[in-house]
């Protein structure tokens, strides 16, 4: 079963505009972690959070996790049409190194 | 570093033939993982090495699936007999300890 859940599944906006997607997990967690997918590519990793920090950024990225809620945001800033992407959010379940990867939300920035 | 390297990028065979697929992890790297990803399952991990030694291998399918890692430096996923439903992209990915994930380029295979 999946343990991390996006939302929404599929997001256009306009290049310059920011981007918001979220991840919901069911148990507790070391950190949750971020990746890109470009099409027909592997996955990139973008940004890890442990589950003591709140928020975190770098670069345009900004991600935010409410352990309280289990859940997590990345917000991309001022997106650019490079940015076009899946974007998955991935939890290990405490104790374990494995990663379990949510269904991904598929980004696309339109110029 | 050139990143973790699968070989081959392609691969189509035919029902009932054997597949083997290749990784080469990040040097230094102490996991490696792999995971088949579909459309209508997403990611899936199927099994993960630590140093080497197969740790979790709850996530392979059936018994047509096997595989290994001799060394640091090289694994293999094994698919015999391989069936259509085997068709997907399969991802060799390494990390060092608890970090990030290094994903390969993957392989898609096409099992006719």
């Known amino acids: 079963s999946q343990q991390g859940e996006e939302d929404p599944q599929a997001l256009s906006i306009q290049e310059g505009e920011n981007a918001t997607m979220n991840c919901s997990y069911k148990?507790?967690?070391?950190?949750l972690q971020w990746y890109r997918q470009n099409s027909g590519r592997g996955l990139v990793h973008l940004i890890l959070?442990?589950?003591?920090?709140r928020e975190k950024h770098s670069g345009r990225l900004r991600v935010t996790l409410d352990t309280s809620k289990k859940s997590s945001s990345l917000l991309i800033t001022a997106s650019r049409a490079a940015d076009t992407a899946s974007y998955f959010c991935?939890?290990?379940?405490?104790?374990?190194?494995?990663?379990?990867f949510g269904q991904g939300t598929r980004l696309t920035i339109n110029p | 570093d050139a990143g973790v390297i699968q070989s081959p990028r392609h691969e189509v065979t035919e029902m009932g033939q054997e597949v083997t697929l290749r990784c080469k992890p990040i040097?230094?790297?102490?996991?490696l993982f792999w995971y088949r990803q579909t459309m209508m399952r997403g990611l899936e991990l199927l099994i993960y090495?630590?140093?080497?030694?197969?740790?979790?291998d709850s996530g392979m399918p059936e018994d047509r699936f096997s595989a290994k890692m001799p060394n640091a430096s090289f694994s293999t996923l094994k698919i015999q007999p391989s069936e259509p439903r085997d068709s997907a992209v399969y991802f060799c990915?390494?990390?060092?300890?608890?970090?990030?994930?290094?994903f390969g380029p993957g392989t898609r295979l096409t099992v006719l």
């Open positions: 990915a390494s990390s060092l300890g608890r970090g990030s994930q290094y």
């Open positions: 040097s230094g790297h102490d996991y």
């Open positions: 090495f630590n140093n080497n030694v197969p740790i979790d």
């Open positions: 148990t507790s967690i070391n950190n």
């Open positions: 959070i442990r589950s003591n920090e």
């Open positions: 991935a939890t290990d379940a405490a104790g374990a190194q494995k990663l379990v």
